[in-house]
């Protein structure tokens, strides 16, 4: 059976993957959009409540991965709204972040307020969180490298996943029946800060001292308490951070 699908954040790290798995798969998707892009894209902004009821009708299946450093649950809740008052959709495909209930930052509350919106919405849904991306690890990674020392911060661990795990994932999701909130969705190993910072530096050719830093506070108790992680009952990617590097390397070498 053919499927309408809405994308939203379809132009992202993670849409861009998702997106052509699910017109594989033989689906008219259409990606929602703040710039007009083409004749499978609609415009609209979801933090202003703008061109979504359009966007989302006749639509029976949305994927929900836009985000950003602010406003995400703004957009879910006009996103929810809008889903439940077009009458065609049967299943709402969300995407949070490991630990949005116990990480004491903004960002995690955000996306927590996010998963209420989409799992009070009374629409079928399923809820995947899923651990940053290796994309996200590398930009940060990238940033702290132009420092001509690297901040450390000690007890701070992160089990990266790559984007087209997670991708995979989310398509498989999206056209199965809604399951509630699914097992996360880790990277297939722990690491220390400074283990992603040497490999990082390593791949890239540089040197940079390390300095130990301690982050303060109750984000700092939850980090070292590991409250960001997911270590039992989780499903886990392939593609190790290890993987991604040596990807990263082979394109810049060529």
Same mark, same amino acid.
């Given at each position: 059976?053919?499927?309408?699908?809405?994308?939203?954040?379809?132009?992202?790290?993670?849409?861009?993957?998702?997106? *052509?798995?699910?017109?594989?798969?033989?689906?008219?998707?259409?990606?929602? #959009?703040?710039?007009?892009?083409?004749?499978?894209?609609?415009?609209?902004?979801?933090?202003?409540?703008?061109?979504?009821?359009?966007?989302?009708?006749?639509?029976?299946?949305?994927v929900h991965l836009a985000g950003g450093p602010k406003g995400d649950d703004v957009a879910a809740r006009n996103l929810v709204r809008a889903a439940a008052g077009a009458g065609s959709v049967r299943h709402l495909v969300y995407i949070s972040v490991v630990g949005a209930d116990r990480v004491p930052l903004g960002w995690f509350r955000t996306a927590l307020a996010a998963e209420r919106a989409v799992t009070g919405s009374g629409l079928p849904y399923t809820l995947l969180r899923a651990a940053q991306f290796h994309e996200i690890v590398f930009g940060m990674l990238e940033k702290m490298a132009k420092l001509p020392v690297i901040p450390n911060p000690?007890?701070?661990?992160?089990?990266?996943?790559? #984007?087209?795990?997670?991708?995979?994932?989310?398509?498989?999701?999206?056209l199965g029946a809604p399951a509630g909130r699914v097992p996360d969705l880790t990277g297939p190993a722990v690491y220390k800060m400074d283990e992603l910072i040497r490999g990082y530096l390593e791949t890239q050719g540089k040197r940079r001292p390390?300095? *130990?830093?301690?982050? *303060?506070?109750?984000?700092?108790?939850?980090?070292?308490?590991?409250?960001?992680?997911?270590l039992e009952g989780t499903d886990v990617g392939e593609r190790t951070w290890e993987n991604f590097l040596a990807d990263k390397d082979s394109v810049a070498t060529r």
């Open positions: 059976m053919t499927h309408t699908i809405l994308v939203t954040g379809g132009t992202g790290t993670l849409g861009k993957r998702v997106v *052509p798995l699910l017109r594989a798969a033989g689906h008219r998707v259409r990606v929602l #959009s703040r710039h007009q892009r083409g004749a499978d894209y609609v415009t609209g902004d979801l933090v202003a409540g703008e061109g979504i009821q359009a966007a989302v009708a006749g639509v029976e299946i949305v000690g007890g701070l661990r992160l089990q990266p996943v790559d #984007s087209r795990d997670v991708a995979a994932r989310l398509a498989e999701l999206a390390l300095l *130990p830093i301690r982050i *303060p506070g109750k984000a700092g108790r939850a980090y070292r308490a590991g409250e960001n992680l997911a």
